[in-house]
């Protein structure tokens, strides 16, 4: 089994990296579905839930829901060939936040590896303005507190320990360029 992470900002690019790794066969685990899920259980923002979570049940817990997750999978079946991996066991993990995230994902997956994707504020701020999802605000001083809120997780130190860097600033096109080589050559 092949795993890969990707970390970055709120609307670095995360998305785009996931939509390329599934255009490759991959199968994409994404960090927030598991905040957003247990946000609409309780009837509570994401932002609140992702905070409270990792206080009631360690900084580990989105982590290793996803762990949980790709091990559970009945996409992780092996193929006949031990020497082959087939595409049902390959997976990405999105939104990495924490370096103790990566610590889980070291631990369980050999050669785990970590792209980020980087984007300037003011790039971010206008892509969360016009995406507008449940966790996304069109306020300025929002989205300072979000990012804040990110750094607190240790995102910053993820950042700058990773295997790839990214920077999305550029076409579409070009960062699918870019991520398509990068997964390529882990796999």
Same mark, same amino acid.
């Given at each position: ?10 609307? =670095? ?9 599934? =255009?490759?066969?991959? &199968? ?69 936040? =924490? ?19 980087? =984007? ?9 303005? &016009? ?57």
């Amino acid at each position: 089994m092949k795993v890969i992470g990707v970390t970055g900002m709120p609307g =670095s690019g995360k998305s785009i990296v996931s939509r390329t790794a599934e =255009s490759l066969g991959m &199968k994409v685990v994404r960090m927030g579905d598991v905040i957003r899920d247990e946000a609409h259980k309780q009837n509570k923002t994401p932002g609140k839930v992702a905070v409270q979570l990792r206080k009631e049940y360690g900084k580990y817990v989105v982590a290793e829901r996803c762990v949980d997750i790709i091990k559970n999978s009945d996409e992780t079946s092996h193929t006949n060939d031990k020497s082959q991996l087939n595409k049902s066991q390959l997976f990405l993990i999105e939104g990495i936040r =924490s370096p103790w995230e990566v610590e889980i994902f070291k631990n369980n997956f050999p050669y785990f590896k970590v792209i980020a994707v980087h =984007s300037k504020p003011e790039t971010r701020f206008l892509r969360l303005k &016009k995406r507008m999802r449940s966790d996304d605000s069109a306020e300025s001083e929002e989205f300072r507190k979000r990012d804040q809120r990110e750094l607190k997780f240790g995102i910053g130190e993820v950042i700058a320990n990773v295997d790839y860097m990214v920077v999305n600033e550029g076409s579409l096109g070009k960062l699918k360029k870019i991520v398509r080589g990068i997964i390529k050559d882990e796999l």
